[in-house]
């Protein structure tokens, strides 16, 4: 999944990784803080509640959407994610090369 923190996004392969990595996130009193799970599928989380549900605006993410979203938050040490050959990659691809690239991003910053 991918929590987009309005600086910068923020991956996770499982709940557990989700957890983990957001529980140190100042939101900034942030009312809701969208999410792409891994079918494309349009999340919020609530911080001051602490609770995840659809997002009713957005059912859900699409290709070009998801890419946008990535470019525009990327790390500087990772590459730029082309909108080539989308016809032949499903969301949940897009949505997995994201997250794939978000992770390898923070193992260079982490030195891992």
């Known amino acids: 999944m991918i929590v987009d923190t309005g600086d910068q996004l923020i991956a996770a392969k499982t709940k557990a990784q989700f957890e983990k990595r957001i529980r140190?996130?100042?939101?900034?009193?942030?009312?809701?803080?969208?999410?792409?799970?891994?079918?494309?599928?349009?999340?919020?989380?609530?911080?001051?509640?602490?609770?995840?549900?659809?997002?009713?605006?957005?059912?859900?993410?699409?290709?070009?959407?998801?890419?946008?979203l990535y470019n525009e938050r990327r790390p500087t040490n990772a590459p730029e994610m082309g909108k080539r050959s989308l016809g032949s990659r499903s969301l949940e691809q897009i949505v997995s090369e994201t997250v794939d690239l978000l992770a390898r991003s923070r193992c260079s910053r982490q030195g891992d």
């Open 24 to 68: 140190n996130i100042p939101f900034n009193g942030k009312d809701k803080v969208p999410i792409i799970d891994r079918t494309a599928e349009a999340f919020a989380l609530y911080p001051e509640k602490e609770f995840v549900a659809p997002q009713m605006a957005i059912r859900r993410w699409t290709k070009a959407s998801i890419i946008d």
